[in-house]
């Protein structure tokens, strides 16, 4: 752990930002939370999804936003085929509402097409579309989750600027931690983010996602501080657990919390869901 987080990763390489918009304020409309990770590959859309089916049973309205524009694959992960997508609103081709549809799971989703070249770099028009389109759903949510791309590119990064909290996916392998302290390290500098949350996937042992936590929290501390001259804070969200239902219902994309709702991810991802509408959500009438 040591090793992969050593000072060599303490500058990361991030392609320049424009200034951001605040991040979004908690009152009316739906609380942002941006599902992210340093790495691809670490279950990060997986996670988002099956988030959003158990947030959905405990009577939460959620739409899961794809907001990797480039490469996007939560219509892979849901086994959906829309004839709307978000390049069509941005186009003027669709109206909004065209494109938000049902998932399994009860809530809405708001897919991406894949492989949009033109979508891949932060142009104000992007920019511009992409706040309207948040803008317009947040009002009919409870929650919005923005299952952003991985990394730390600029359309990456302006798209978890839209939240008020940040989900960070990471799996106990070395790239993955170092990629993930890498990702949070220009959250603090460039966004001023003050904590961010963290779940780690694929946990091989009870408690090693917050020991895992507890290590990079350390290390945040040595090399990295905010603008208040204190370190960002790591917040644990919970472990999910290696568990090979969740390779089944990958390959056979389906959710998790559908397929097998008794297996020992299905009952953590439950977990996190409760524990994110304890701390971040409102109660629904």
Known sequence: MSDALSP????PAATPVPPAPPFAAA???ARIIAVTSGKGGVGKTFVSANLAA???????????????LG????DVVLNLHPKVTLHDVFTGKSPLQDAIIQAPGGFSVLLAGSGMVEYSRLTPEVRNQFLNVIQAITPNYDVVL???GAGISDVVLFSVSLASEVLIVATPEPTSLTDAYAAIKV???QQKRQHVRMVINQAARPGDGRAITSQ????LDRFVSTESGRAIRLIHMGDIPADPAVRDAVMRRQLLLLQTPGCAASLAIAQLA???????LVPTA
């Open 274 to 280: 409760n524990k994110i509408e304890s701390t971040l």
């Open 187 to 189: 959250l603090a500098m």
């Open 54 to 68: 158990a947030l959905t049973r405990r009577g939460q309205r959620v739409l899961v936003l794809d907001a990797d």
């Open 71 to 74: 490469l996007a694959n939560l």
């Open 27 to 29: 009152g009316a409309g």
């Open 8 to 11: 060599p990763f303490n500058n």
């Open 216 to 219: 990079l929290q350390q290390v």
């Open 146 to 148: 923005l299952d952003t």
